[in-house]
């Protein structure tokens, strides 16, 4: 069965920490994102990357980093975490577009609480 | 900006009882609209996606539908188990990016 795993379920930190979270994708895919969900606002996008070594901001990159040495990693930094920070996030894969088959896959989520 | 707007917020039914959700979007170019299903503490699962108006796909009760500026998800005869919330997301434009909306929150009771 295909998988989209991220590497905790729930998180907590204190405000200044540095934060790392895992995904790993195993379908072999080009794309991958990270995006955060809150109540009333939605799923947004934080960074997506097309390959190994590429990223690309989303709508609310400030504050996050990510990196991808490997084509079926990809890891989201919170630099110095802070209390706006506390939310669920989600790795998501997918194929191109254009190759059909696009739809993304989701990991279970992190959700992560900053105190 | 593209953006996604999906109502209601939040829906109750009774078993058996058929209802549709709606989904309006505007996107420059569309290229793809998407439903997923979530269920609580899990990420979304795919269900559909349409890419041209008159387009219309069906998964069990489910059948999505789009028009030029709206998709609706029909539920027909819905069981307990359909209770979840249903994303809508649009593509437009270029490159990879999806505009999810806030989603409906569905319950179906006995």
């Known amino acids: 069965d295909v998988k989209v795993t991220q590497s905790s379920r729930y998180l907590v930190k204190r405000t200044g920490e540095k934060v790392f979270l895992e995904c790993v994708q195993d379908?072999?895919?080009?794309?991958m994102f990270w995006y955060r969900q809150d109540p009333g606002l939605g799923l947004r996008l934080i960074y997506f990357?097309?390959?190994?070594?590429?990223?690309e901001k989303g709508d609310i990159p400030e504050g996050y980093s990510v990196s991808r040495e490997k084509k079926e990693r990809f890891s989201l930094i919170l630099e110095s975490a802070s209390t706006n920070q506390t939310s669920m996030y989600l790795c998501?894969?997918?194929?191109?577009?254009?190759?059909?088959?696009?739809?993304?896959?989701f990991g279970s989520g992190t959700q992560l609480s900053v105190l | 900006e593209d953006q996604v707007t999906q109502s209601p917020e939040a829906l109750r039914l009774q078993e058996g009882e058929s209802s549709s959700l709606n989904c309006s979007y505007t996107v420059s170019g569309l290229r793809g609209l998407f439903w997923y299903r979530q269920d609580p503490g899990k990420g979304p699962e795919f269900l559909f996606t349409?890419?041209?108006a008159g387009e219309e796909k069906e998964k069990e009760r489910l059948k999505a539908t789009l028009t030029k500026k709206e998709s609706f998800l029909h539920i027909t005869a819905p069981k307990p188990e359909d209770s979840a919330t249903y994303l809508c997301?649009?593509?437009?434009?270029?490159?990879?990016?999806?505009?999810f909306g806030t989603g409906t929150r569905l319950q179906v009771t006995l």
């Open positions: 998501a894969s997918s194929n191109p577009p254009g190759q059909g088959n696009e739809k993304l896959f």
């Open positions: 990357s097309y390959d190994v070594k590429m990223k």
């Open positions: 379908m072999d895919h080009e794309n």
């Open positions: 997301a649009a593509r437009g434009g270029t490159a990879s990016k999806l505009t």
């Open positions: 349409l890419y041209s």
